[in-house]
């Protein structure tokens, strides 16, 4: 098994409705360690950096908008497999076609407003890591 970091952001819909211990406690459970974590209100231009890949989408405007609207939580996750296996707790991204159990349908309440995100590569994940934390935020567990 690959040892692997990956982030989530507990989006603000998830922190409105008070299941920031719910969604931390789910990770745990399942055995991807904290390693970092903050909350943290983004700013627009801090947001459209982070879903720069998203630029040209028709929901872009509305997603960033969605972002800054409170705070959000960042956490960095190890483990094995942690990007692949943080994509399987999370659900799909529309909640309506998320599995039974997964943090999405569980805890979205709009395609927009999904609860978290995930890292979906080892590259996503490196990139969206360093561009919230520096190596001195992040605390590896043996
Ligand atoms: P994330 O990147 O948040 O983990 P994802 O990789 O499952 O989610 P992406 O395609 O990267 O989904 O979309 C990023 C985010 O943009 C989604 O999580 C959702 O909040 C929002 N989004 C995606 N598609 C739509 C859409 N058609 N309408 C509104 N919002 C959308
Ligand atoms: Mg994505």
Same mark, same amino acid.
């Given at each position: 098994?690959? *040892?692997?970091?990956? =982030?989530?952001?507990? *989006?603000?819909?998830?922190?409105?409705?008070? #299941?920031? $211990?719910?969604? /931390?406690?789910? @990770?745990?459970?399942?055995?991807?360690? +904290? +390693?970092?974590? *903050?909350? +943290?209100? =983004?700013?627009?231009?801090?947001?459209? $950096? &982070? @879903?720069?890949?998203?630029?040209?989408?028709?929901? &872009?405007? !509305? =997603?960033? #908008? &969605?972002?800054? %609207?409170?705070?959000?939580?960042?956490?960095?996750?190890?483990?094995?497999?942690?990007? !692949? *296996?943080?994509?399987?707790?999370?659900?799909?991204?529309?909640?309506?076609?998320?599995?039974?159990?997964?943090?999405?349908?569980?805890?979205?309440?709009?395609?927009?407003? #999904?609860? /978290?995100?995930? !890292?979906? !590569? =080892?590259? %996503?994940?490196?990139?969206?890591?360093? @561009?919230? &934390?520096?190596?001195?935020?992040?605390?590896?567990?043996?």
């Amino acid at each position: 098994m690959n *040892k692997e970091k990956t =982030l989530c952001i507990i *989006k603000p819909n998830a922190i409105n409705d008070n #299941n920031i $211990g719910n969604i /931390v406690a789910r @990770y745990e459970k399942e055995n991807l360690k +904290v +390693v970092a974590m *903050k909350m +943290v209100k =983004l700013t627009k231009e801090r947001a459209e $950096g &982070f @879903y720069i890949e998203h630029k040209e989408r028709p929901f &872009f405007g !509305s =997603l960033v #908008n &969605f972002m800054t %609207s409170g705070s959000v939580v960042l956490i960095v996750l190890e483990g094995d497999e942690a990007v !692949s *296996k943080n994509r399987k707790i999370m659900g799909a991204t529309n909640p309506a076609d998320a599995e039974p159990n997964t943090l999405r349908k569980l805890y979205a309440r709009s395609l927009e407003a #999904n609860a /978290v995100h995930g !890292s979906d !590569s =080892l590259p %996503s994940a490196e990139r969206e890591i360093s @561009y919230f &934390f520096t190596d001195d935020e992040i605390f590896p567990r043996s």
